[in-house]
């Protein structure tokens, strides 16, 4: 450690983490389903950055490279309690069958305790979500009653389960697609809106102003407008509560991060992109809906201009013909296959093409970025942080950011969470400069 440098005070990770989930659905199962399996086997929680990935410190010769969860002060998985919201599923056990991500097998030794989650009736709005018909939802018709009936779930949860903090990420559907309105322009707007019954309110953003009003950080895994307005991150400020936003980055996406900055590191031009899905569990017939998906078309299509510059580098990706496409098909369920075809270009501009397959599991990709957002979200709050958690973009297609926009080259995102843990805990950042 450097003599100059301080670490930050953070508060221990004592007693009991509430981890409450809107929407306990594939994701959000196939999450407690895997923490239990972790805890009752011992299995490495493969996909978890948190878990298993190392941090080094300092230069190599010095050979410090420590796990992070040994590194910097994050809730055990055996602390880790889960509750939320569905408006369909009773329990995280019917849920996890309903979404046949995990096997019987895998299911059964832990039936009784995935069955003791159980869902809490949701606030639901069917303009949002059109395919789905809610069954398990608030009888408050009110929007402010719908508000204070979250923040006493919230509160009822915490004492209930003995928690000694609380975190939210949103597993639910993506909703309809909407642009920020008057009512979003401030808390005092958004409030009134609330008593209003507002129509450019939507059921994420009740949950967002109940989760910030109870103290509880929020990362938001799809791509609504939850977070990213001015009443929330105003909101998140004065309440001092962390959060980030949003969509988590699972298939295409985290192929995009992957493939674009290779392509641009080697100076080699873009002329296409075109990507399509095909899809078949929950969120896919959610996205089926032409409204839904262009709320995801709009995560993902920010990505490659972000990444690729094309105001920097004009005569290389400055007319690039992006298409994104997901395709609803029930037999797949939640193996999730994405397709890619880039058009490239390299010396003297001779034509040449990637193709990419990519057989994903969607929850299974999913489920390990909830645990970590979770875990880092607590240590954010413990560590003093509110407002935007700019690095963790690491997890997000559309990653919320300050007034200089989101960095989405996922190499970047990895160096920026790693420099802001070691910042944290008293160590340099690491910049690969030095000889060794």
């Not at 949002?128 to 949860?157: C, H, N, P």
């Not at 008593?195 to 309110?201: G, L, R």
């Amino acid at each position: 450690m450097n003599d100059d440098s301080n670490p930050r005070p953070i508060r221990p990770a004592s007693g009991r983490l509430g981890v409450l989930l809107p929407g306990l659905g594939a994701v959000a199962s196939t999450l407690i389903a895997g923490v239990m399996k972790t805890r009752m086997t011992g299995e490495t929680p493969i996909g978890s950055v948190s878990q298993t990935a190392h941090i080094r410190l300092g230069t190599r010769e010095e050979g410090r490279n420590p796990l992070i969860r040994e590194f910097v002060p994050l809730a055990e998985l055996d602390d880790l309690v889960f509750g939320g919201w569905d408006p369909l599923s009773p329990n995280a056990l019917e849920a996890a069958r309903t979404a046949d991500v995990m096997s019987e097998q895998d299911l059964a030794p832990l039936s009784s305790e995935l069955e003791g989650v159980v869902a809490m009736d949701a606030v639901f709005d069917q303009r949002w979500v059109s395919r789905i018909d809610g069954v398990r939802v608030k009888s408050e018709t009110e929007m402010a009653d719908q508000a204070e009936a979250l923040m006493a779930d919230i509160e009822r949860f915490r004492t209930e389960n003995d928690c000694d903090r609380l975190v939210m990420v949103w597993c639910a559907s993506t909703e309809a697609y909407q642009e920020p309105s008057d009512v979003h322009r401030s808390i005092d707007a958004f409030e009134a809106g609330l008593k209003a019954n507002d129509a450019n309110i939507s059921p994420s953003q009740i949950y967002a102003y109940a989760a910030l009003m109870s103290g509880v950080p929020l990362a938001n895994g799809a791509p609504n407008l939850t977070l990213d307005l001015p009443c929330m991150v105003e909101l998140a400020e004065r309440e001092g509560v962390p959060i980030a936003g949003k969509d988590f980055k699972t298939g295409q996406t985290l192929m995009k991060t992957l493939i674009s900055p290779g392509l641009k590191a080697r100076m080699l031009g873009v002329r296409g992109w075109y990507s399509t899905n095909i899809l078949g569990n929950r969120d896919g017939m959610v996205l089926d809906a032409p409204e839904n998906f262009q709320t995801k078309e709009s995560s993902k299509l920010g990505v490659l201009d972000t990444i690729l510059q094309p105001d920097v580098y004009p005569e290389l990706y400055g007319d690039i013909e992006h298409k994104v496409r997901i395709d609803y098909y029930p037999p797949r369920g939640d193996d999730k296959e994405g397709w890619d075809n880039i058009d490239i270009f390299g010396w003297l501009g001779y034509p040449m093409q990637v193709k990419i397959n990519f057989l994903c599991r969607d929850s299974i990709l999913a489920a390990p970025i909830v645990l970590d957002l979770a875990l880092f979200m607590d240590l954010a709050a413990r560590a003093g942080e509110s407002g935007i958690q700019e690095w963790l973009s690491f997890y997000f297609k559309a990653p919320q950011s300050g007034p200089a926009g989101p960095e989405h080259d996922i190499f970047i995102q990895q160096t920026k969470l790693k420099n802001t843990l070691r910042e944290w805990m008293g160590e340099q950042p690491v910049t690969h400069s030095e000889a060794g």
